[in-house]
C-alpha cells in the first residue's frame, strides 16, 4: 500500500483522460519533476498500464518515503536530483513545518536549507518523446523548463501545479511566465484548487485532437 503525505491529486487528470478520450495504453514515457513521496508515480503505472515513470524527487525529508513507494512498481525510477537551469546553484530549501514541501526557491516563511545534487534536463535526456511531464516544484516552473532546452520539443502534454500569489517563495515562477514559455502548447484546461494554487493542462499544438 502507498504511503502518502498529501492528498488525492491525480483526480483532474484522471478526468481529463476520460473526457477527451486518451488511449492511455499509447502512453509509454513519464517525467514527473517533484514527485514528493511518489504516491503519484505509483498511480501514473496503473493509469498507464504499458508507461515507464522517471521521477525527480531531492528533498531529503521524502527520499526515503518515496524509494519506499516506487518499489511498489518496477517501471519507476527514482533520480534524487534537484532539476534546474542553473546546476551550479545546489541550494534546496524547506519551510518549517511542511514536510512536504520544497522548492529551488528561497522561503518566505521560517526554513531550513540544504545542499542536493542537480541535473539539466537538457542533459539527462536522450532524444525520447515525453507522452506526460508532470511539474509540481513550489514556484520553480519556469527554472524547471528552461533545463529541457530544445528538448522540451520532444514533450506532447504537460500538467503543472502553479502559485497564483508569491506567498511561500521568493521570485516564484508567475503563471503568465510559464505560459509564454510554453507558446507551442494549448492549455486544454485550468482547474483553480485554491486562491493560491492553480493546475492546468496543456498539448503540444501538434498533439491537439
Not at 528538448?151 to 500569489?165: D, F, G, P, T
Request: with cysteine; aromatic share 10%; hydrophobic share 35%.
Amino acid at each position: 500500500m502507498v504511503k502518502n503525505n498529501s492528498p488525492y491529486k491525480t483526480y483532474f487528470l484522471e478526468k481529463y483522460l476520460e473526457d477527451h478520450s486518451i488511449n492511455t495504453a499509447e502512453v509509454k514515457n513519464i517525467v514527473e519533476i517533484g514527485a514528493q513521496d511518489c504516491a503519484e508515480s505509483v498511480r501514473f503505472t496503473e493509469l498507464f498500464p504499458n508507461a515507464y515513470v522517471t521521477a525527480f524527487e531531492c528533498n531529503p525529508r521524502l527520499i526515503e518515503l518515496c524509494e519506499f513507494n516506487a518499489l511498489l512498481s518496477d517501471r519507476i525510477t527514482v533520480v534524487e536530483k534537484m532539476v534546474t537551469d542553473k546546476p551550479w546553484n545546489k541550494t534546496f530549501y524547506m519551510p518549517d513545518g511542511e514536510p512536504g514541501m520544497g522548492s529551488m526557491k528561497k522561503c518566505l516563511l521560517p526554513g531550513s536549507s540544504t545542499t542536493v545534487e542537480t541535473v539539466r534536463m537538457c542533459d539527462y535526456l536522450g532524444d525520447e518523446e515525453i507522452d506526460l511531464l508532470w511539474i509540481d516544484v513550489q514556484g520553480a516552473e519556469l527554472d524547471v523548463l528552461n533545463s529541457f532546452g530544445s528538448k522540451l520539443k520532444n514533450v506532447k502534454r504537460i500538467y503543472c501545479e502553479m502559485n497564483l500569489l508569491p506567498m511561500r517563495y521568493y521570485n516564484s515562477s508567475a503563471p503568465s511566465e510559464v505560459t509564454d514559455k510554453l507558446m507551442d502548447f494549448k492549455i486544454d484546461e485550468t482547474h483553480l484548487i485554491s486562491k493560491n494554487e492553480v493546475h492546468i493542462i496543456l498539448t503540444k499544438m501538434s498533439e491537439v485532437y
